[in-house]
């Protein structure tokens, strides 16, 4: 062998060189193709791929595991229409075997259909249609479990076989991990950017039959780097913790010196949620995409019932003859609770502790991104929450969904139940505060209406409290609690939780539920504030700001409650467009606010307020602790608000089985009994890392054509070569 | 499965070149020197032709204008190409491996004609390749059960070729101080050019009524180039 190689040394030097000449050759053309490459493809690609709107299905992490949905690199389908059970079966059993892009409404995704599909292997993707296509609203869907959140709730030291089913149609899809990408698609308002392109294509390949090439295909793009679980995640940085900011508030002077809160004198908690989900998650306002979580049942309901339960209230603390009532009343609107109550108990578990603050600095740091904090070790932005004295909470009210949307007498005698964990005589004596029938008139032209209050526990059976924030103030000490809820023993929302629980189901009849239970709730907390059972006129809910707040939440946020308080939002959504609602998804935690906590933190400053001075047209322009609020438009079209100073404060909302590791900055899980939801990081930042790409795509065959073609002609190349070379030397008689 | 038409569409494009390079051309020095040197000639033509199309903007929206310039350019150039190659063929024969063969000449024009072809191949047809190897198609509007990059894959294929024999016989009349062939060079150039229109038209068939042309053109081109050589 050696003696071999060293023998054909000379020639295989004669050989390398040609071939590093022809190296030489093939990087040439191959820099020159690259340049043109680069320069065309743009335009190409534009000529060819055309990008739809989309949301999609998360990537989400617990402390044991992750949920949602994966998108590998390159995942494409051929969109295939599935209308119904028959269509699913016909492509299960007909269509031929590549790869598609499933079109369908959601009353056709269930947990049986998608396990049928994800067996055929024919299923790269599923895109969901909500509104667009013309498919009727599923009579009830809710990809939430049949107990939502009970594993972090007062009840979760019980078996789960115990828990009361509040959301018995929920399928718990929400909770089934993926490992092909869902996205979601739907009509917003006029805008039809996402249904049109799509709707087209579908519909063409369903008249070829899905058989006759080229075919419309969709390529999904939604990379998620996310695996395992929440520890790992956060340890390796490609998770978020899932969060959000609290709102609290309360009448009684906490800012100036002699601070009032901390005086000993009891409190009264009035609560409700922020937050909500849907299936697929949607970025809110600014994303261009469709808002598919809005909640407007639950939370929004609830939420804007207490926000009408504070405005009432507030008309007797900014009257004249106001004086410091014998309690405190606490408003606590807490933010990702559809994460495991994130929001409330860390409320009360930041309440409960003793604080420490180990580092204060102007400046932000690391692990506290704020400017001006007033303790960056723990982050907090101000310590107000220091001086509520958890001890002296006497008693909590919380609204759950309260709309009555989908109940049954509803004009002309609703009821609404009031859930408490056990029947006792100081729970009792909370809900005789409530009890009772009240008459309300219509709002806006409906009719009267007679609501009834009433326990809803009865008959020897207390299917005790539905999952809900108060919970978390329970689970320290057994206080007395209220939920309000429309809903005896299962929730009046069917579609809690989900896409459909959007704004177009309420109306004036809502309205005046709605109003009549805060006005009730406003009155019986007065009463029981000011030890006077006399309570003045002055104390009423006003219905046309529930229903205003109502459309601003779930419809509409160009509205005139939101020009009056922060039109800035207004100016950009004209310039935005759609969306016009913002998401009830909380997103991920980064000390920032979502639009929600932030217009609740306004409401409520702008119904606390002391003290309005200068006029003023941004927040910067007021001193410290005074917002710019109560706009008006001067005749030169510019909005003119007064520096207000109330009060209003944030409070951080992300599952307690997370903490920050002041001496790493990073988020870590420090309990994985407790909630530790995460959102996985996207594999591309562009538009969210969520894209989709409609375009055409050959059949198998022709592919194969052109590789045999390409194969024939190479192959003849060669023959024709070597034959041609062979027949003029020996024409010409060479070599 | 897009790979499949990536590979699919290379083969048809390149294949056959690289068949003829591979096999003759790199097994000779000198021949691969010749290619480079003109494929560098038919970029020039084209790098002329951009300025061209860059400096008046009328053209700019006009296909047989841009046609016109770049076809008029390249034949320019290969006229220029001919000149420089004449003046040095004496030197070429020198260093040739048979400097008295009577198959020199055209094999020289051959070989720079290859040059030529696939300079403009890769050039013109290689950002299509690359977008060949995604996902989707971008149908063909003249042929609709074609798609662009393959009808893009067999016109490439049958330019470098093209290229090849107009060379040929260009150099071939050239030598014996004829400007006729050249004539009819110029000729089929546009005919061929002008052809690809089709493909983009609405005209039905019209990507298969390019190719023929195409075809028919290499087919008369070749018997025009090789005659001689037999003949002779």
């Known amino acids: 062998m050696h003696g071999r190689t060293s023998g054909r040394r000379p020639a295989k030097f004669r050989l390398l060189d040609g071939r590093s000449l022809l190296a030489a050759l093939v990087l040439a053309l191959t820099l020159v193709g690259t340049c043109s490459v680069a320069a065309q493809n743009a335009h190409l690609a534009d000529a060819m791929y055309q990008g739809v709107p989309v949301s999609s299905c998360l990537r989400l992490l617990h402390a044991s595991g992750t949920v949602g949905c994966q998108t590998k690199k390159g995942t494409t389908g051929i969109l295939y229409q599935i209308n119904n059970n028959n269509d699913l079966d016909a492509f299960i059993k007909d269509a031929p075997s590549r790869d598609y892009a499933i079109v369908m409404p959601y009353l056709v995704f269930t947990p049986s259909n998608v396990a049928k599909l994800r067996n055929s292997k024919k299923m790269a993707g599923i895109i969901l249609v909500k509104d667009g296509f013309g498919y009727p609203d599923p009579a009830t869907w809710s990809s939430d479990s049949t107990c939502p959140n009970c594993q972090f709730g007062l009840y979760s030291n019980q078996p789960p076989s115990s828990w009361h089913q509040w959301n018995p149609d929920g399928n718990s899809l929400s909770f089934q991990d993926f490992d092909f990408p869902i996205f979601g698609i739907s009509q917003d308002g006029s805008n039809l950017r996402s249904i049109t392109p799509l709707k087209e294509a579908v519909e063409a390949n369903a008249r070829g039959g899905y058989v006759s090439y080229p075919l419309y295909a969709v390529e999904f793009d939604a990379f998620m780097w996310a695996a395992g679980n929440s520890a790992v995640c956060l340890q390796r940085g490609w998770c978020d913790p899932i969060g959000g900011l609290s709102v609290w508030s309360t009448f009684s002077k906490v800012l100036d010196s002699n601070n009032t809160l901390n005086d000993n004198k009891p409190l009264i908690v009035v609560s409700a949620k922020i937050d909500s989900k849907s299936f697929i998650s949607d970025f809110g306002i600014g994303s261009k995409l469709p808002t598919m979580a809005i909640g407007a049942r639950s939370p929004k309901t609830g939420l804007v019932t207490a926000l009408a339960t504070a405005d009432a209230l507030s008309q007797y603390f900014k009257s004249p003859e106001a004086v410091p009532l014998a309690k405190h009343i606490l408003f606590t609107f807490f933010d990702a609770e559809t994460w495991g109550f994130a929001g409330s108990q860390r409320f009360v578990q930041d309440i409960t502790r003793p604080l420490v603050c180990k580092e204060r600095g102007e400046t932000a740091t690391p692990s506290c991104p704020l400017a001006l904090a007033n303790c960056t070790n723990p982050c907090f932005y101000d310590l107000d929450f220091t001086s509520i004295q958890f001890n002296n909470i006497e008693s909590i009210i919380e609204f759950d969904s309260v709309g009555g949307i989908d109940v049954p007498n509803l004009p002309p005698n609703p009821t609404i139940f009031m859930h408490v964990d056990e029947v006792n005589p100081q729970t009792t004596a909370l809900m005789n505060m409530f009890a009772g029938t009240t008459a309300a008139p219509g709002f806006n032209g409906s009719s009267p209406l007679n609501v009834n209050t009433v326990p809803a526990a009865g008959d020897g059976v207390n299917f005790r409290l539905p999952p809900s924030s108060a919970m978390a103030f329970l689970a320290k000490k057994n206080i007395p609690a209220v939920v309000f809820g429309d809903f005896r023993d299962r929730y009046s929302n069917r579609y809690y939780n989900s896409e459909f629980d959007d704004g177009s189901l309420w109306d004036a009849d809502n309205v005046a539920l709605m109003c009549a239970l805060a006005n009730k709730t406003a009155r019986s907390v007065f009463a029981s504030a000011s030890g006077n059972t006399t309570v003045p006129l002055i104390v009423s809910a006003n219905c046309t700001l529930v229903a205003e707040l109502m459309n601003c939440f779930t419809r509409n946020l160009t509205c005139s409650l939101v020009a009056e308080l922060y039109p800035q939002l207004i100016d950009t959504l004209e310039v935005l467009g759609p969306p016009l609602t913002d998401t009830a998804y909380s997103g991920t935690f980064n000390y920032d606010t979502n639009v929600m906590p932030f217009l609740i933190n306004r409401i409520m400053t702008n119904l606390t307020a002391t003290e309005r001075t200068s006029p003023c047209i941004r927040d910067d322009q007021c001193p410290t602790d005074y917002a710019c609020m109560s706009y008006s438009k001067l005749a030169n079209g510019t909005s003119v608000g007064k520096c207000t100073q109330g009060f209003a404060r944030f409070h951080w909302a992300y599952g307690t089985g997370i903490e920050k590791n002041y001496q790493k900055a990073v988020f870590e899980v420090v309990d994985p009994t407790k909630p530790s939801w995460t959102q996985s990081k996207f594999g591309t930042a562009a538009t969210n890392g969520i894209r989709m790409r409609l375009f055409k795509v050959a059949s198998t065959n022709y592919e194969a054509l052109q590789l045999g073609i390409g194969c024939i002609l190479t192959v003849l190349g060669i023959a024709t070569t070597i034959l041609s070379q062979r027949y003029f030397r020996k024409r010409f008689k060479m070599e | 499965m897009t790979l499949i038409s990536f590979f699919g569409n290379a083969l048809t494009a390149y294949g056959p070149a690289l068949a003829v390079f591979l096999l003759y051309v790199a097994r000779n020095a000198q021949l691969v020197i010749l290619l480079m040197t003109s494929a560098f000639f038919w970029l020039l033509s084209i790098l002329f032709s951009s300025v061209f199309w860059y400096l008046i903007k009328p053209l700019q929206n006009v296909p047989v204008g841009t046609i016109f310039v770049a076809v008029t350019l390249q034949e320019l150039f290969r006229f220029l190409f001919f000149k420089l190659m004449s003046k040095a063929e004496k030197g070429l024969n020198i260093i040739a491996k048979t400097p008295n063969s009577p198959l020199n000449r055209p094999a020289n024009a051959f070989v720079t004609g290859l040059g030529f072809g696939i300079m403009s191949g890769l050039t013109l047809y290689l950002s299509q390749l690359a977008e060949s190897a995604g996902p989707a198609i971008l149908a063909c509007n003249s042929c609709p059960g074609m798609d662009v990059f393959f009808v893009g894959a067999l016109t490439t294929c049958l330019f470098i070729f093209l290229h090849s024999v107009w060379n040929m016989v260009a150099f071939d009349g050239w030598y014996r101080g004829?400007?006729?062939?050249?004539?009819?060079?110029?000729?089929?150039?546009?005919?061929?050019?002008?052809?690809?229109?089709?493909?983009?038209?609405?005209?039905?068939?019209?990507?298969?009524?390019?190719?023929?042309?195409?075809?028919?053109?290499?087919?008369?081109?070749?018997?025009?180039?090789?005659?001689?050589?037999?003949?002779?």
């Open chain 2, 178 to 232: 004829q400007w006729l062939p050249f004539g009819f060079v110029m000729i089929s150039h546009y005919a061929a050019s002008y052809g690809t229109l089709l493909t983009p038209s609405s005209i039905e068939y019209g990507c298969a009524i390019a190719l023929l042309i195409d075809f028919v053109i290499l087919i008369v081109c070749t018997t025009l180039a090789v005659r001689p050589i037999l003949v002779s």
